[in-house]
Structures are given as C-alpha cells and as structure tokens.
C-alpha cells in the first residue's frame, strides 16, 4: 500500500525539496501551504495541495487526514521581524498544532524540521546535537521560537510520540525563490552589491541532501532523537571565493570589523523602522550571530541514518544557475 505524506510548508525551499524527495520515494504527497502563498517552488510537482494555517487547528485536521506520514517543514524564518508575535505563534504553537492533529490522525511517523541555530557548539568550535545549550544562548526571536518549538517536539516524544527530529545547517541550491536569508548572500555576490565581508563561517549543504536526510530519518531515526544535516564547514571568505570561481566573478578582499557591521546594521534597522518598513541589508541578529562561527559535524546522521552531503560547490553551481534563469541576477558574469 502506498504511504501518503504530508509536507508542510512544501511550497518552501526545503519543504519543495522534501516533497520531490517523497514523490521520487514511491509516496504520495499533500502539499500543504498557506492561502495566497507563492508555489511556484512546486510547478511541475504532481501532488495534492490543501491550503491550511498551522495557527488555525480545524484547517490542520483536514490536512493530516488520512496521511500516514508527516514532515513539518513550514517555519515563519526572517532574521529581522518588527513584530515577534506572529513568529512564536507560527513556529511555536504551530509545532504543537501539527503534532497534535498527527497524534490524532494517528500517524506513524512525524519528522520536525529544526535548524542547527537551536544547537550547543563544544569547546572545540564544532556544533553537536548532545552539546548543552539553554535559551538564553539563542540570538533573535527566530531562534527562541524553534529552540522551543523543538523543545514542544522533544517533550511530545517523551511521552510516546513518534517524532524524529532533523536539524539542517544551511542549504543552497536551485528553488530558493524567497531567497533565503543565505540565497540573498548568493543574489548580492552575483549582482556585486557585496564589496567586503565580515569575519564568520557557518556549514553549508545542499538542499537536495538535506530532503534526502528528511527521507533517511522518517525511515531509520530513533523517535525523540536529532540528527544534524550538513555538509561543510566554511568561512564566508571561503564561500565567496568559491562563488566566484563558479559565476566567473572576483571574490570581495576586504573584511569589515565587526563593529562597523553592527553600526551599519543599527543605521539600517532604523531607516526600516521609521522609513521603509523592509527588512533592512542586514539585521543587528543577522550581525550578532556572525560574530561567532556556525561549525556543525553531522557523524551522528551518518552513522545512524547513513546520511551523506555532496560536495558544496555543486550545491553553490545549482544555486547560481538558478538565479540566474529566474531573473535575479545577470545571466553571465
């Protein structure tokens, strides 16, 4: 019998991944979005849509009807956010939402999409999903939100819910309409609005691997347990330089204090706040978090999952091809 899978937030980066991922798998797949939301990320995708708001509870009964299996990828995910209410309620009380509704659909399985930020980093610089970590470490409310959404989903598992838990680091490739908060970094290089860099690092990972990570640990992960999905560790200098050997383009070579960043974040949150109303270049938690590098080891979903990454560069390749055909940057270099 073919199992049925709902994916929240499938019209989403990661969530379009994930549900290709299952189709590819032999599932059948509900897509489930928000009304109004863009979906261009599943043009060409054949899977049943149903238009549901984690924030609305009877439209999440509907949705999980009759499915086997669910991925709750949807996440309200912006680093600069005017107004922090609607995120909690989202991520937060969403989470529990989609779980109880699985509960009583009675689902078998339930994978939580996570995100490395919720995560402790060890003495040696490298993040682990058993290195302690409190809330009060989390930078911005994007962060506090999923580190207690995952807490809401460690505390299901406890009590005998079927919920893997994965925690992706930063993935890049094609399907980044947003763009993401990563893709916009990609978009400036290839537009040449990014002159200097700052000091930071952070893991990357195709997103293909990440989907594929999602399938591995619905099928093999232990309920209650988180497995980090990454690939690898990189300093922003080195991802723009591998950038511009991709785009043929020149990799900026001058690095910005980490003061003259925050000030220039501090001006630009103002101008949005009085001004614009948009979120700014660069947020004050965007630059918060970039004073410290975001290293990550993902040997947990290997030896547990068989979880595997591809090198980043072809991620990066598939990422500058992409916005390049939508539009969002040259054609060529």
């Not at 207690?148 to 309409?177: F, K, M």
Request: aromatic content about 6%; overall charge positive.
């Amino acid at each position: 019998m073919t199992r049925r899978a709902l994916v929240t937030g499938a019209n989403g980066f990661v969530g379009a991944h994930v549900a290709r991922a299952l189709l590819q798998s032999g599932r059948e797949v509900r897509a489930m979005a928000r009304g109004g939301s863009d979906m261009r990320a599943l043009d060409g995708v054949e899977c049943e849509t149903v238009v549901a708001d984690l924030r609305d509870p009877d439209s999440l009964e509907r949705a999980v009807a009759g499915c086997d299996e669910v991925f709750h990828v949807a996440a309200d995910y912006r680093l600069w956010a005017p107004d922090e209410a609607p995120m909690y309620a989202t991520n937060v009380e969403g989470t529990r939402n989609i779980i109880a509704a699985s509960l009583r659909a009675g689902v078998s399985r339930i994978v939580y999409t996570s995100t490395v930020g919720t995560l402790g980093v060890g003495a040696d610089g490298v993040g682990r999903e058993d290195a302690p970590v409190s809330i009060s470490e989390m930078i911005g409310p994007y962060k506090r939100s999923k580190f207690l959404a995952e807490q809401a989903a460690l505390d299901a598992a406890r009590a005998g819910a079927p919920i893997v838990i994965v925690n992706p680091s930063t993935p890049v490739g094609p399907l980044d309409y947003k763009p993401t908060p990563t893709g916009r970094i990609i978009v400036d290089f290839l537009n040449r609005r990014m002159p200097a860099y700052i000091d930071t690092g952070m893991n990357l990972v195709c997103v293909e691997d990440v989907a594929r990570g999602h399938l591995l640990a619905a099928e093999r992960g232990t309920a209650g347990e988180k497995y980090i999905l990454g690939g690898e560790n990189l300093t922003l200098q080195q991802m723009l330089v591998r950038l511009g050997r991709i785009a043929g383009l020149s990799a900026p070579k001058i690095r910005v204090p980490w003061i003259a960043a925050y000030m220039f974040a501090l001006a630009g949150e103002a101008i949005a706040r009085a001004i614009t109303h948009r979120a700014p270049r660069a947020s004050l938690v965007e630059v918060r978090m970039a004073r410290k590098k975001m290293f990550f080891d993902s040997g947990k979903a290997r030896a547990e999952l068989g979880y595997t990454s591809a090198p980043i560069d072809e991620g990066l390749a598939r990422a500058v091809k992409f916005f390049r055909e939508i539009g969002a940057a040259p054609a060529a270099a």
